[in-house]
Each structure stands twice: as C-alpha cells, then as structure tokens.
C-alpha cells in the first residue's frame, strides 16, 4: 500500500462521468465544488507567495541585509493579505529578520532553505508550538467536562457531536486522573491514544434553549453517534441544564459530558452574563470558544474577547476547509494567547482534527503534510487490508474491485485538493482546473466499473486478454454513453498500473532493490519510489511493447484514462 503514488495516481487517473453519467446529483457536486473553490484559492495564494519568497534568495552566496529585506517585505504583504493580524505579522517579520540577517550558513545549506526553515520555526512559534492536548478530568472518577461556546452559525453545534465523536474514540480527555498526562519537552507533540476496548462514553448537554432547532439538531446527531443527548427541553434555564447534565453524567459514570450554549450573533452582554454562570454551575475542565475561520483575523479578536470575559482555555476552528486563507489560524494564539487546540475541515462528523501549529506551518509553506496524510489514510484502511492489499498488488491480481475500494479510501480523506495539499511538493502545483479534471476523471472511472459484470470486476482479464473482450467494453461504453475508445483507454491504463504496482512492491518488498520495510510492502528506509524510477518503469513498458510491435515508443504517456 503506497498511500500518497497509489491514491494521486488513481484520482488523477480517473475519468470524468459528469459529462456522461445522466445523474441528477451531478450539478450539486459542481456547484458545491464551484461554491469552495474561491475562499481555498485564497489559502494556495498565501503558499504559492511562500513558495516564490524563498525562491528569492536562491543562488545567493549568504544571506545578507538588503535580500532579507526584499524577501520580508514580501512575506508581509503574504500575511496581511491572507488577514493575519498587524501585531502578530510584525511580531513575525521582527523576529525573522532578527535570526536571519547576518546569519553563518550551515555547509550544504541554501541561503533560501535557512530562510525557509527560519520563517517555518516563526510560523510554528506564532500558532502556539505544540499541539494543545485536550484537557483530562481534574477529579478521579469524573467525567471530563467541557464547555462549547460561540457566535450563532459558527458551528457549534456540529462541534460538539465532532468532538463527541473524537471523545469516544480516542479517549481524549477521558483517561482516568491518576494516569499523568506525559511530560513533554520542547517541540514534542502529544497524540491521545487510540482508546483500547469499548468507546468512550460521552453526553451530550442540549444547552442552547433559544434557537429553535438547536435541541433537535444535537439529538439528531447525537443519535448518530450512539452519544445519549441530555435535554430537560427550552422551559428551562440553561443554567440548570449545565448543572443537571453534568450531575446526570457523573451519575451514570460518563467518560466526558460536552455542554453546547446559545450563540450569540454578537457580543452580547446579557448571554454573556448567562455563559458566565453556566460556567460556574458546570465547573468546566475545559472552556473551547468555537470560532469560524472565514472571519479571518476577527476569530482571534473574538477568543480574545471570550477570554477576557469568561476565560477560555482555547479554541475549536471550524470550516477550515472552506476559507483557509491563514488569518484566523495564524492570529488566534498571539492575539488571545489561548491556543486553537481542534480544526474543523468540513461537514462530515469525522471532520475534525487536533490542531498541529507544525503540520500548519508545513502546509502553509507548500512543503505539504505527509503526516497527517498517513495518518489520515491509516484511519481508513485497517493493517490486515494494507496487507492484503499489498499482497494483491505484488501478484498482480489487484482488480476492479479493489480499485473501487481504493477510490473510496480517496474520496474519505476529502476533496482531491485536500489531499493534495498534504503532500509534499503537489501544494499549489495542482490548479483547480486539473484537480477537478482529476475528481471527475475518477467519478467516471467508478461509473465504468460500475457497469461491469461482477466476474469481469474479478477477473479484469475479460476485458483485457478474453475472446469477447472487445465485446464486453463496447457494452460498457454503451451503457455509459461514451465511445468504446475512452474505455479502452481506461482498461489499458488500469493494466498499466497493475503491472507497475507490482513491480514497485516487489522492488519494495524485503529482499527487493529498494530494500523495504516487513509487514505491508510500505516505503521502507530507501523511502518510496522516485519520480525517475516511475518514469524508468513506464519507460522500459513502453520499450518493450516497441519491441513487441516493431512500433517506436509514443512520446510520454498521458496517464490513466486521458483522452
Ligand atoms: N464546511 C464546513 N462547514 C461546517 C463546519 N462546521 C460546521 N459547519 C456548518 O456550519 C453550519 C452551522 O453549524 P451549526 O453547528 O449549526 O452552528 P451553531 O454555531 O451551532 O449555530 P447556532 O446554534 O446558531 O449558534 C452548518 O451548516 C454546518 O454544517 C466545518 O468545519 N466545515
């Protein structure tokens, strides 16, 4: 299993359906495609400015005052424009041009690469360091109690079913109190454990009783989860509910008890006031202000303010997905010096993660993520199937089934410009234009698929080697209302890919020349394929079927399913 080549390889690979499929759900998916496609420019906008600073003091012998200048004043402008805060910006470039200027080279490193590294370390300093764990309970035997707060339509609601859900998988903030939570040193970054057996058991307190379908919602996706949803219902003062559900979970031996609140639309002093006592008749461990990231910089005057009235301990940062132009990210910790300690990344209840101010830094830099999409691609795929899956894949007996499965693993992980963005190098090198190419490219390929027989789905070799293979794709095509080229197209490329994916593993594998890791067939120390060695590989396929057909090579192939 080969998360980052197999995944971009099979979205890239695949085909569009929209044009083809006579599906209703079609124009939904593009418009809300369309709809997101503005606000992530505006974060691609801050990485490609990176990207360009850095190239500034490429060929420079040392680093020297005047091209410090050049390139901060740059990295200013990059800031400002993605709304990150004046104060935090300046704190920023000061403290950049302090330990860059006149700084020694390190042998074998690139002025621009020292610049780089230095502005990654600033940036990670500026989102607080660390990953801010969630709290545990302060009491033995209690439930962690935690407080949700935040403005109308920031998503808070949606949070507090998110959270429930990461409480009852991980643990987090459930473990018993006399478990210490681990000391950690400078730079070191805590993950809560996989929690171990049953999940944890988490309630749901339905504490906003002023908007109308607030209850409803939460019970809604409360029942989802299998979270019970504490409600005594809108005649009651949310005061008492507080108190009420948190009594409710330590008598029923809860793990964790998340208290949602009425939004405010502004600062409003009166439920200001309330959330003041609700606090005090809950006795949170943990108070999270739930902040929208499209407000950009005004998310962090907001958990400043929060704090300052009611004291926070930090900060949820919801639709990161949707406007992730850096502002709000970047501006919350210096400017309410409480941390953002989850993210928000899309509707989905899976689709929240704790906040790593590195992994952001990395992001924002363009040098992607490869941990979180490991990690990521870890969640959807369990060991025993990376196993099997690698197995398959050495023989070559991967089929259409698993190419399905694999689609949906892609798909699970988010949008093809999500997962891009967390690997090393694609970050703005995708337009949006070849990114949605490549999301349709895939829908088109599952329709295709979807229109095989289930022995052809099994036994590719039908549609490949078979007598009536011929046959059998032009009856695809038909049903698909394409020509029987673009499935022939498809088909060969599949067969292209299967053979490369076995080559690759068994050059992977224990004992290959690329020497890798035991158990899965994953990258072992020699590290994944190289763009050389995928390019050799497609190469010496095409020598060969010269050689075979007495044909010259055709010029470098056009991927998976082009047209
Ligand atoms: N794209 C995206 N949408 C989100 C995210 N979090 C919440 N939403 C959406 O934002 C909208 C508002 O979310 P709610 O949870 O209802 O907001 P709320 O803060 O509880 O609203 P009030 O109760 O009025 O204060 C919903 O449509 C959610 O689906 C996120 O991380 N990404």
Not at 117 to 122: A, H, S
Not at 164 to 169: L, M, N, T
Not at 460 to 466: E, H, S, T, V, W
Request: charged share 25%; with cysteine; net charge neutral.
């Amino acid at each position: 299993f080969v998360p980052s080549s197999t995944h971009i390889s099979q979205s890239s690979f695949a085909v569009r359906r929209a044009a083809h499929a006579p599906t209703c759900l079609a124009p939904s998916t593009t418009q809300q495609r369309r709809a997101a496609v503005v606000p992530r420019m505006m974060f691609d906008q801050l990485t490609e400015k990176m990207a360009g600073i850095g190239e500034m003091l490429q060929g420079k012998k040392k680093i020297t005052a005047a091209s410090v200048e050049r390139a901060l004043g740059e990295v200013k402008r990059a800031l400002l424009d993605a709304d990150v805060n004046l104060k935090v910006t300046n704190g920023l470039i000061e403290s950049v041009r302090n330990q860059a200027v006149g700084k020694l080279l390190i042998e074998g490193v690139t002025p621009d690469q020292q610049f780089v590294k230095i502005m990654y370390d600033e940036l990670v300093k500026v989102m607080g360091s660390q990953q801010a764990p969630l709290a545990r309970s302060t009491k033995e035997g209690e439930p962690v109690v935690i407080l949700l707060a935040g403005l109308q339509g920031a998503g808070k609601t949606t949070a507090a079913a998110k959270l429930a859900k990461f409480c009852q998988e991980r643990g987090a903030g459930v473990a018993p109190a006399e478990e210490p939570q681990p000391e950690m040193k400078e730079g070191e970054v805590w993950t809560p454990p996989q929690r171990e057996g049953p999940p944890g058991k988490v309630l749901l307190v339905a504490g906003d009783v002023y908007r109308p379908a607030a209850i409803e919602q939460l019970q809604r996706l409360g029942e989802r989860i299998g979270a019970e949803v504490f409600a005594p219902g809108r005649d009651v003062d949310p005061v008492d509910i507080a108190r009420g559900g948190v009594q409710y979970a330590r008598d029923g031996g809860f793990d964790a008890v998340i208290v949602d609140t009425a939004g405010r639309q502004v600062i409003d002093e009166k439920l200001m006031d309330e959330l003041v006592k609700v606090k005090g008749a809950c006795e949170p461990d943990e108070v999270l202000l739930v902040v929208d990231a499209m407000t950009g910089q005004e998310a962090a005057t907001l958990t400043a303010a929060f704090n300052e009235r009611v004291g926070i301990t930090g900060a949820i940062l919801t639709k990161l997905d949707g406007d992730s132009r850096g502002g709000s990210a970047l501006s919350v910790q210096g400017v309410s010096g409480r941390p953002i300690k989850f993210v928000g990344v899309g509707e989905r209840i899976d689709d929240l993660e704790p906040f790593y101010p590195d992994r952001m830094a990395s992001r924002i830099l363009g040098m992607g993520d490869i941990v979180s999409f490991v990690e990521k691609a870890q969640k959807q795929v369990s060991e025993a199937e990376m196993a099997q899956l690698s197995q398959k894949m050495m023989d070559a007996t991967f089929d259409f089934n698993d190419f399905l499965e694999q689609s949906k693993v892609v798909r699970n992980m988010g949008s093809m410009a999500n997962v891009a963005k967390m690997i090393p190098g694609m970050a703005g090198k995708l337009s949006q234009q070849q990114m949605d190419d490549a999301e349709d490219r895939a829908e088109r390929a599952d329709l295709f698929i979807s229109l095989m027989l289930p022995e052809e789905r099994t036994n590719p070799d039908l549609l490949i080697r078979d007598a009536a293979a011929l046959q059998r794709q032009r009856r695809i095509a038909k049903a698909a209302q394409v020509r029987p080229q673009d499935v022939a197209a498809f088909i060969s490329d599949f067969q292209t890919m299967r053979t490369m994916m076995s080559r690759m593993s068994k050059r992977m594998a224990p004992g290959g020349d690329m020497g890798g890791a035991p158990g899965g067939g994953a990258p072992g120390p020699g590290g994944p394929p190289s763009e050389e060695d995928m390019l050799a590989m497609g190469n010496r396929q095409q020598r060969r079927r010269a050689a075979k057909t007495g044909k010259k090579p055709a010029g470098p192939s056009k991927g998976f399913g082009a047209k």
